[in-house]
């Protein structure tokens, strides 16, 4: 079992940066590849960042590619992403999930636990 509690998110102008944190309950965390989602009401969970088990890999999703960065602590229990260069379009609740699957998994049913979310609103 783990349970993942994101933190970070808040209201920010565009072109600003955020860093959220999920920190994780259990001893698994490092066997479990991490990552993160976003939503906006009416749409569906979109991927956003994945980071492997021992951050030797990670993936983005197009749209943030080359202006977010996930990392990881697993002395921590602790994931992150770093958010640079933020747009309106990136208003969202971000959720961070932990998955035992493996491979590159940008679909919400690839992993095993979600935590609550956190709000990051982008003001132009």
């Known amino acids: 079992q783990v349970q993942l509690v994101e933190s970070g998110g808040g209201l920010v102008q565009a072109g600003g940066s955020l860093r959220l944190s999920c920190a994780a309950s259990?001893?698994?965390?490092?066997?479990?590849?991490m990552g993160w989602f976003r939503q906006v009401p009416g749409k569906e969970r979109e991927f956003v960042a994945l980071?492997?088990?021992?951050?030797?890999?990670?993936y983005y999703a197009d749209a943030v590619k080359g202006r977010f960065t996930i990392s990881r602590d697993n002395a921590k229990n602790t994931v992150y992403l770093q958010m640079n260069s933020l747009k309106p379009e990136d208003t969202a609740v971000y959720y961070c999930?932990?998955?035992?699957?493996?491979?590159?998994?940008?679909?919400?049913?690839?992993?095993?636990?979600w935590g609550q979310g956190t709000q990051v609103t982008v003001s132009s």
């Open positions: 980071i492997n088990r021992n951050s030797g890999s990670t």
């Open positions: 259990g001893r698994s965390f490092s066997s479990h590849a």
């Open positions: 999930a932990a998955a035992t699957s493996l491979g590159i998994l940008t679909t919400p049913r690839f992993y095993d636990y």
